[in-house]
Nanobody
Framework: QVQLVDSGGGSVQAGGSLRLSCVAS????????MGWFRQTPGKEREWVAS????????YYEDSVKGRFTISRDDPKNSFYLQMSSLKPEDTAVYYC?????????????????WGQGTQVTVSS
């Protein structure tokens, strides 16, 4: 069993930055791709970014390209999402997850072991 704990959310003004962290415990996750998703009330969980198992391939949703950077630190069993130039529309609860199934990086159904979520609020 794997547990993911995500953290680093907060309240910032537009244009600001935050760094989200996701720490895994239970077993090493270096062989897994992982992703970040976000969700706002009344909407489905939305894919944000993913990183493959080696860190050599990074994938981003179009609206965050150039502003967000996903990374991983396997010795620390951790993943990160550096968010810059934040916009009010980035406001959401952000979740990390491990990619457990083959298929697209952007579909939540291919992920499991979700973090508990961390709130990001961007004010204008």
């Amino acid at each position: 069993q794997v547990q993911l704990v995500d953290s680093g959310g907060g309240s910032v003004q537009a244009g600001g930055s935050l760094r989200l962290s996701c720490v895994a415990s239970g077993r090493p996750v270096n062989n897994y791709a992982m992703g970040w998703f976000r969700q706002t009330p009344g909407k489905e969980r939305e894919w944000v970014a993913s990183i493959n198992w080696s860190g050599s391939n990074l994938y981003y949703e179009d609206s965050v390209k150039g502003r967000f950077t996903i990374s991983r630190d396997d010795p620390k069993n951790s993943f990160y999402l550096q968010m810059s130039s934040l916009k009010p529309e980035d406001t959401a609860v952000y979740y990390c997850a491990l990619k457990l199934h083959s298929g697209t990086y952007y579909e939540a159904q291919n992920y499991g072991y979700w973090g508990q979520g961390t709130q990001v609020t961007v004010s204008s």
